[in-house]
């Protein structure tokens, strides 16, 4: 099955930084790649999504990166604000099937401001 | 549109008990999911549905049973609580193209 991991675990930045949070994938046939992020005491929310067939997408502060042929996908944070601060995680997924994704274990960003 | 709503949003457990954690979406899909999320760890499925009247398990199903019944809800019950399932549970449906749309969560302990 698809294994997805994701690096650093923790992550502290001062604002006004970059951040960068990295995951690799096993499955090739993995070819929707989103990104959530966790508030303390909520459920991940959804801030980003790549398709298989993108090489990078943005949204403002925030943008992901694909490389298929390495099967590594990254979150760019530019700016990073206190307010960024969270649990971000990173997801693969396979279509065509039950839309079930992957998950990495998730990164804990600081924005010391 | 409230999305996912679960009930309840905390719960203690005495050891042997058993609940049922609700979950309803009104956003009209037709796969939805049962997570854990333990301290410090990643989302683990436990059960995922397809639409009514299917259901599958996923990852760690062990000690807990689901029903589909209708698009709408997609309860979770534990039959005999253990202290190892202290942990937050989560439903989710399908949004856009396959995003998981989280409700928010429900925080049980079992003592």
């Known amino acids: 099955g698809e294994n997805v991991e994701q690096h650093p675990s923790t992550l502290s930045v001062q604002e006004g930084d970059s951040a960068v949070i990295k995951c690799t994938y096993s499955?090739?046939?993995?070819?929707?790649f989103p990104w959530y992020k966790q508030e303390l005491g909520k459920g991940p929310q959804l801030i980003i999504d790549?398709?298989?067939?993108?090489g990078e997408k943005k949204d403002q502060r925030i943008a992901v990166t694909l490389n298929k042929t390495a099967k590594h996908f990254s979150l760019h944070i530019t700016e990073t604000q206190p307010e960024d601060s969270a649990v971000y995680f990173c997801?693969?997924?396979?279509?065509?099937?039950?839309?079930?994704?992957?998950f990495g274990r998730g990164t804990s960003l600081i924005v010391h401001p | 549109n409230a999305g996912v709503t679960q009930t309840p949003k905390f719960r203690i457990l005495k050891i042997g008990q058993s609940m049922t954690l609700q979950c309803t979406q009104d956003?009209?899909?037709?796969?939805m999911y049962w997570y854990r999320q333990d301290p410090g760890m990643g989302l683990k499925l436990i059960y995922y549905?397809?639409?009514?009247?299917?259901?599958d398990k996923g990852e760690v199903p062990n000690g807990y049973n689901v029903s589909r019944s209708t698009t709408e809800d997609f309860p979770l019950r534990l039959e005999l609580a253990a202290p190892s399932q202290t942990s937050v549970y989560f439903c989710?449906?399908?949004?856009?193209?396959?995003?998981?749309?989280f409700g928010p969560g429900t925080r049980l302990t079992v003592t």
């Open positions: 997801a693969a997924t396979s279509s065509g099937g039950s839309y079930i994704p992957t």
């Open positions: 499955d090739s046939a993995s070819n929707y």
């Open positions: 790549i398709r298989s067939n993108v």
């Open positions: 956003m009209n899909h037709n796969y």
């Open positions: 549905s397809v639409g009514a009247g299917i259901t």
């Open positions: 989710a449906t399908i949004q856009g193209v396959g995003a998981q749309y």
